[in-house]
Antibody
Framework: QVHLQESGPGLLKPSETLSLTCTVS??????????WSWIRQPPGKGLEWIGY???????NYNPSLKSRVTISLDTSKNQFFLNLYSVTAADTAVYYC???????????WGQGTLVAVSS | SYVLTQPPSVSVAPGETASITCGGN??????VHWYQQKPGQAPALIIY???DRPSGIPERFSGSNSGNTAALTISRVEAGDEADYYC???????????FGGGTKLTVL
């Protein structure tokens, strides 16, 4: 069974960098045609796709966040990461990592982690 | 960018059939994916590539997609189906995944 778990700080100040880790078990981030993805959900609102790292090494990001985001992999630890730079209160959300069957459909999700941005 | 439009809410009595729509320009030419999200939980994929069900998803859940409207149909609705439902597509022109705004299904 595939399991994903997000980890990282829950509170940031404006202008800081949001750094989250997704630890994958039951699968390898280097095998299969999977898109290792991040999605977020502001409190009480809908889902927003952030981007993905495709296992062969390519990335794709939401154009609205592209200038501030990077997604990377650590194959030795079977983890992938999200870095979102220069955060503001608008970045407050539950952040989910997920495995993508394709660029869009996500079949396994982490439980999500709430990140709040406040001074 | 590509916009997906869902009704904010749908209500249905237990045992009846619920239909949740997802509108988009020529959405019938795209693959549509549907997620169920219960309070405090992560979304769960229930329909992918417009009509396929992941293993473990009951046959009561089905998808269709044609023209400018995709739909998620839930037959014989149960109290446990009460949740938010989101549609999603890949916008190839904008090169991003797009979600609909979500529909809250209430079981009366």
């Amino acid at each position: 069974q595939v399991h994903l778990q997000e980890s990282g700080p829950g509170l940031l100040k404006p202008s800081e960098t949001l750094s989250l880790t997704c630890t994958v078990s039951g699968d390898s981030v280097t095998t299969g045609n999977y898109y290792w993805s991040w999605i977020r959900q502001p409190p009480g609102k809908g889902l927003e796709w952030i981007g993905y790292f495709f296992y062969i090494g390519s990335t794709n990001y939401n154009p609205s966040l592209k200038s501030r985001v990077t997604i990377s992999l650590d194959t030795s630890k079977n983890q992938f990461f999200l870095n979102l730079y220069s955060v503001t209160a608008a970045d407050t959300a539950v952040y989910y990592c997920a495995r993508g069957l394709g660029p869009a459909p996500k079949d396994y999700w982490g439980q999500g982690t709430l990140v709040a941005v406040s001074s | 960018s590509y916009v997906l439009t869902q009704p904010p809410s749908v209500s249905v009595a237990p045992g009846e059939t619920a239909s949740i729509t997802c509108g988009g320009n020529n959405i019938g030419s795209k693959s549509v994916h549907w997620y169920q999200q219960k309070p405090g939980q992560a979304p769960a994929l229930i329909i992918y590539y417009s009509t396929d069900r992941p293993s473990g998803i009951p046959e009561r859940f089905s998808g269709s997609n044609s023209g400018n409207t995709a739909a998620l149909t839930i037959s014989r609705v149960e109290a446990g189906d009460e949740a938010d439902y989101y549609c999603q597509v890949w916008d190839s022109s904008g090169d991003l995944a797009v979600f609909g705004g979500g529909t809250k299904l209430t079981v009366l």
